[in-house]
């Protein structure tokens, strides 16, 4: 078989590109422990999630001075809490899991947006600067009641 001179060039050229991606990957994660983005370390049994702390007692605490923690669970097809209210410039930290599906974890108008995996639990911080009605709602389809699946954040 004959390869034309500029289609070895490029052969080359390609495999040596994959050979430093995967070296840069497999450094990254191997060596300097890269991970996707998230707390993967904390885990809980998704069938108890009811009956284990935090999620027992989920709700709005005050944890400081303006800073809170909110000990979310979200569901089919619902956020518990199903409403919290905060000072302005209030610093809320998130805890949150999923009893059962992945759900989307979405504060319109702020860049809090994360999934919620069952059996993994997600610490999210927001800091609440400007006053009104947030709305949480759920961006990963999670079934035939995902559109109705929100909670608010009243932000005083
Ligand atoms: Cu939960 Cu969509």
New binding site residues.
């Given amino acids: 078989m004959h390869f034309h001179k500029f289609e070895k060039i490029w052969l080359t050229f390609g495999l040596a590109m994959i050979v430093v991606f995967l070296a840069v990957l497999g450094v990254g994660a191997f060596a300097m422990g890269a991970a996707p983005p998230g707390d993967h370390h904390t885990q809980v049994d998704p069938a108890r999630v009811e009956e284990i702390a935090p999620f027992n007692k989920p709700g709005l605490r005050q944890i400081g001075k303006n800073e809170y923690e909110a000990i979310m669970v ?1 569901k ?2 619902s956020y518990v809490p199903d409403a919290m209210t905060v000072p302005v410039g209030a610093t809320v930290h998130f805890t949150v899991t999923s009893p059962d599906v992945v ?2 974890f979405q504060i319109v108008g702020t860049n809090v947006n994360a999934m919620i995996v069952p059996g993994e639990v997600n610490h999210i911080t927001h800091k609440f600067t400007k006053p009104g009605t947030y709305l949480v709602l ?1 961006n ?3 079934g035939s009641g ?1 559109e109705v ?1 929100s909670t608010t954040i009243i932000v005083l």
């Fill in positions: 979200g089919v097809f759900h989307g759920c990963e389809y999670c995902h699946m």
